[in-house]
């Protein structure tokens, strides 16, 4: 299931980057005192208390600005908070309650979502300072507060977001609806197979390159079980990306990687494999999503017997890097094979979120190493002495040796390669974690 969203907002230059950096334990969002560094929303995961969930950096809110550019944070900071399940509304101690910030909060208060207060800059040690108390005018509840700079107040300020999110509990009665992100360049037909799919004008279809600007939630309930389709704004080159509107919609399609179960990566038969295909599904390869790789506008290639054969193998060395992802050929203007996609949607859903008991992994991986011996180094082999699967969606293994260093690349392959020979693990990425004995962190 996706995770939920925070998002921290407020006015230009009151320390929404370095609270985001502080929370999430990077430097991930550029950080400088001139006002508007940050101009479009940044996410990372972040974890307290056992809850994950998605931090949403976001540019400064100026309510009444004619800027160009500060309206468009504006309007990026809006669709954040549209987005979120909590709003995290970060002030300065040190300006005091401003017309932006009650402005702010009057805009957040409409939005009718949860907000926490934050009051940043008190850098002091002790009990706050007087003038913390006005924060109180804004009429968000108890405000918090936090040094950024110092992580002072931190901690309650992530217990008062935590106790604001969803519960886990609906989270996981809504598992059985699987979530899935229809992406790929522009024209490849997404909004074709979303109307197709939905059996209605859903989203507008052109042939025009970027007609779709929003990320579209479309439920779906068939033979095959629930699904909700996320039809997404094609994701071109940054380069390329001139238009502030389709700069949005890039996010926005990131965005419904992030959220998606099962992402559908569209390739045009008519045009066959080019670069951007490749980017467009690393994004899904890199976040962990179950694919599907779906080469539509079949009903428009001219075929002889071998048509699909010669296309089929091409296909599968340009995507090497994602050997497990299933192909299919399909046509979203005639229904062709839509049948098969849902069926093959519902099971890499199924291996995505598959769970191996330990026992049967160490068997494995008994049977591999008897086969193959580990590498060695210097006189020093590579030992192995357990793994156990840490994690799903994606399945992330993790593997105890007496050195890291040592576990190459080529053996965690072959490693993989082995359990996917074992277990299936059809259309999901997999992830190792090598941890030396005696380690209680730390990945390779």
């Known amino acids: 299931m996706a995770r939920p969203v925070v998002a921290v907002v407020g006015r230009p230059n009151v320390g929404k980057s370095t609270l985001f950096n502080k929370l999430i334990g990077q430097r991930l969002s550029i950080v400088k005192d001139t006002p508007g560094v940050t101009r479009d929303r940044i996410f990372a995961e972040c974890e307290w208390c056992g809850r994950r969930f998605l931090l949403a950096d976001t540019g400064g809110i100026e309510p009444y600005s004619d800027d160009v550019i500060l309206s468009q944070m504006r309007w990026q900071a809006q669709l954040a908070i549209q987005q979120a399940d909590v709003i995290v509304l970060v002030t300065d101690l040190r300006a005091g309650v401003t017309a932006n910030d009650a402005d702010v909060a009057a805009m957040l208060q409409k939005s009718g979502k949860p907000v926490v207060l934050c009051v940043n800059k008190c850098d002091a040690v002790g009990g706050p300072p007087p003038e913390f108390y006005e924060f109180y005018n804004l009429g968000l509840g108890d405000p918090i507060p936090v040094s950024s700079v110092h992580g002072h107040g931190t901690g309650d300020l992530l217990d008062a977001v935590c106790a ?3 519960p886990e509990a609906e989270e996981e009665e809504e598992s059985e609806v699987v979530r899935v992100a229809v992406i790929g360049k522009p024209n490849a037909g997404k909004s074709s197979l979303i109307n197709r799919i939905a059996g209605e004008e859903r989203a507008i279809v052109s042939d025009i390159a970027g007609t779709t600007r929003d990320a579209i939630d479309t439920p779906v309930h068939n033979a095959f079980g629930d699904f909700v389709f996320i039809d997404t704004a094609g994701l071109r080159r940054r380069s390329r990306v001139d238009d502030a509107i389709e700069k949005y919609s890039v996010l926005r399609a990131e965005m419904a990687v992030e959220r998606a179960d099962v992402c559908v990566i569209m390739i045009d038969a008519t045009e066959g494999f080019t670069e951007q295909d490749s980017k467009v599904a690393g994004i899904a390869h890199e976040r962990g999503k179950a694919c599907v790789i779906a080469v539509n506008k079949w009903d428009a290639v001219e075929k002889d017997g071998r048509t ?21 050929f399909i046509s979203a203007k005639t229904g062709q094979r839509l049948d098969r996609l849902f069926e093959l949607i519902r099971y890499v859903a199924q291996q995505n979120a598959m769970r191996i008991s330990t026992g049967m992994l160490n068997d494995v991986l008994a049977a591999a190493t008897a086969r193959v011996q580990p590498p060695t180094d210097k006189g020093r082999r590579l030992r192995i002495y357990y793994m156990t699967q840490a994690s799903t969606k994606p399945p992330t293994f993790v593997c105890f040796v007496n050195r890291a260093d040592l576990f190459h690349f080529s053996y965690q392959r072959y490693l993989e390669n082995q359990i996917r020979a074992t277990f299936g693990l059809e259309g999901t990425p997999v992830r190792f974690v090598v941890r030396e004995r005696g380690e209680t962190g730390g990945s390779k």
Request: proline share 8%; no cysteine.
């Open 308 to 328: 699909m054969d010669v296309m089929r193998k091409k296909l599968m060395n340009d995507f090497s890097f994602m050997a497990y992802a299933p192909l299919i």
């Open 164 to 166: 604001l999110l969803p």
